[in-house]
């Protein structure tokens, strides 16, 4: 009898707590339902925090990362989701992870991320991102591959932006490219090579005369020549 009392009394405190999880849920389904309506970022991580806990769901914490990441917080984007290289991520998880790792200066663990992403669509966006990334890595040879590829694939009506200078600019993506072909030769070999990444550098500018990086490599490269002996 007192076995059956225990039951029963553990079966009413199951269904009470099941209860009062419903009427949570609800409760922060509506209240990220109004922070949407407000446009209230902070409510909206909040909401989805709780309802994460309450109910977990791979789409809502999905939704949460990718919030963080467009709020800056990269270092909450990636406690979210993780680092790890997973097919089985949606495309929203995986590009999470990858600009976040790449903005928190991680490119080692970025590039496969930005890999998956360049395996599900290839794009020339992507692999720029890629070019950019195995060249900081001194991964001359992937770099160089991303690059051919970008060349080849860019269309004229493509733009990269650029913020290394007080006021933003934009160039052709073919330009964008050609800066990049012009480090990588360099880097192969900065005994020899510099007069053929001045050459490439020269053609981004021809296509992008506002483009400052560009300037500022080249020139930069031709310092580092070595000047003629001059007799007195």
Known sequence: MKHFIVLIVFAIAINTQAQNNQELIKHYQAYYKQMKAQADTQGIINGLTHLNILSPSTARQDTLAYIYMNEGKFLQAINTVGVEVNS??????????AVSLKSLSQPKLAIPQFEELFKRTENVTLSYELAELYLQTQNVTEASNKVEYGILHAQDNMKKVYYESQQPYQVP??????????LIVFNENKETNIDTAVSYLEQ???????FN????????LLGQKKQPNTKE
């Open 213 to 220: 990086l560009a300037f500022v490599s080249r020139e930069a």
């Open 88 to 97: 089985s991520d949606s495309d929203i998880a995986v590009e999470v992870k």
């Open 204 to 210: 981004a500018l021809t296509i992008a005369p506002n």
């Open 173 to 182: 993506l073919k330009a964008a490219f050609l800066y990049l072909k012009g």
